[in-house]
């Protein structure tokens, strides 16, 4: 096949398909999807959990600590439960596949053009916020996800002709939002009596507050308050302002008589999760929220300031297991290959190299002819996970400055920007342009950038 000539000269690109972690923009527009442009959508493809040292996949003790136990929202009478057994054919702790973050118009389309995404592989899906360019796409890509689940067939099934469909012994999908989101997917899948949906589970992110600027005026509107926009200190806003806006989804969707139906997709285990604002990389005053740890690391998210409720999320790995130093290895296993096939029984000796790097902390691998490698000496340092920021709709995005310190990859909106010699803002030009994108709760090109200098990207 025809090979992508960028990757011979990019140092990015050179070894994509060497890497576990992708991040892959679906749409990048604002408001409207465009003939070339879909709306916001970002994944983040997880090719293999990547253990630590200490935490090797075969190791029971670590699955019974990481397994999810969640407090479910829908009747389940405040009992705890287990999260459901993986498929067959994704990772323990139902971690690798695919994340999405925001699901927006033309979602669906868009992961047909990419051609390297399966949606039958997503398994997680984040939500930043309730606006239309962001949720509009979830009702039809959770339809698709179904069609692409109900069209395999249970392989372990002895009975071909009566097996079930995959969907029925898949994990199922988790998504994640502010609250309201809940009740809006419900009532979307059942106007539309979409019973092909996967199982899917909803987690509200509950009293998200408004950033320090936004202001509730006497008629009840919010407006953009510049004088707190520019005081460090201003306390973060009223978490229950839409819940007492009659006019509002979140102050009548816990409220409405619609229960809910495995018929049409939607499983026990959803929980509400609360905001902390004791938690030591708080900014601001703003709250954080621990969303969950599985094996393939960890998720937060935090408020941004935007004009309803709104978050950003941060994912971080686990501490990666170090590379095999092979030019200290592999001249002594290739002196001692013949020994090692006839006195230890290796078919392969080369697969001693796996053996090695497997080592624990502290133990130990002898060679036929008395060289003793130790652990330490056959496998470098445990690596750093990496870490991703993603922000949805925001002014600022000063809350994530504390869980995404140290961020390898930023996903910023930049809704605006000033274009010398053909926007008109004279006399301030481009100060002009970002205060009035402040004023609509969106950044340019320049504050996204700060943003990322701050966490270190």
């Excluded at 323990?92 to 990419?114: K, N, P, S």
């Excluded at 999908?173 to 059942?190: A, F, K, S, V």
């Excluded at 686990?318 to 002196?335: K, S």
């Amino acid at each position: 096949p025809t090979q992508d000539i960028r990757r011979q000269y990019h140092p990015v690109l050179r070894n994509l398909s060497e890497s576990t972690l992708d991040v892959i923009t679906l749409g990048t527009a604002s408001c409207t999807p465009a003939v070339t442009r879909g709306v916001s959508c970002t994944a983040l493809r997880i090719h293999d959990v990547q253990y630590t040292t200490g935490h090797q996949k075969k190791d029971p003790e670590y699955f019974k600590d990481t397994r999810r136990k969640t407090t479910s929202a829908d009747n389940n009478n405040g009992k705890q439960q287990d999260s459901d057994d993986d498929d067959d054919d994704e990772s323990d702790d139902h971690a690798a596949g695919i994340w999405l973050f925001d699901v927006g118009e033309c979602t669906q389309l868009q992961l047909q053009r990419t051609g390297m995404l399966r949606p039958s592989r997503i398994r997680k899906i984040f939500v930043t916020h309730a606006h239309g360019d962001h949720t509009f796409g979830l009702p039809g890509l959770m339809c698709v996800i179904g069609t692409g689940r109900k069209g395999k067939k249970n392989v372990n099934s002895d009975d071909n002709s009566n097996s079930k469909s995959s969907n029925d012994f898949m994990a199922p999908i988790d998504i994640y939002g502010p609250e309201g989101l809940r009740m809006w997917l419900r009532t979307c899948i059942r106007y539309s009596v979409s019973r092909i949906c996967p199982k899917y589970r909803v987690h509200e992110l509950k009293d998200i507050p408004l950033g320090p600027e936004w202001q509730v005026s006497p008629h009840g509107t919010l407006y953009y308050h510049r004088r707190k926009a520019r005081d460090p200190n201003a306390p973060w806003g009223d978490p229950g302002f839409y819940k007492r806006d009659k006019e509002a989804w979140a102050a009548v969707s816990d409220t409405m008589p619609l229960e809910r139906s495995e018929r049409f997709g939607e499983v026990d285990g959803g929980r509400d999760i609360y905001p902390d604002y004791n938690h030591p990389d708080c900014r601001n005053g703003a709250p954080i929220y621990f969303i969950e740890e599985n094996a393939a690391g960890k998720v937060w998210a935090a408020p941004m300031s935007h004009k309803i409720p709104c978050v950003g999320y941060v994912y971080e790995e686990h501490g990666r297991q170090g590379r095999l130093r092979n030019e200290y290895v592999q001249p002594i296993v290739v002196r001692n290959l013949q020994r090692l096939k006839d006195e230890m029984g290796y078919t392969l000796p080369m697969k001693v190299m796996a053996v090695l790097k497997n080592l624990q902390p502290g133990q130990f691998f002898e060679f036929p002819d008395g060289t003793v490698v130790t652990q330490e000496e056959a496998v470098e340092p445990e690596r750093r996970g990496r870490k991703i920021v993603i922000c949805g709709d925001t002014c600022h995005a000063k809350s994530l400055e504390g869980i995404g310190q140290g961020a390898d990859v930023v996903v910023h909106e930049a809704t605006n920007t000033y274009i010398e010699g053909i926007d008109n803002y004279e006399p301030n030009g481009e100060a002009s342009v970002e205060q009035l994108t402040k004023q609509h709760g969106h950044s340019t090109p320049r504050m996204a950038a700060r943003f990322c200098e701050k966490v270190g990207a």
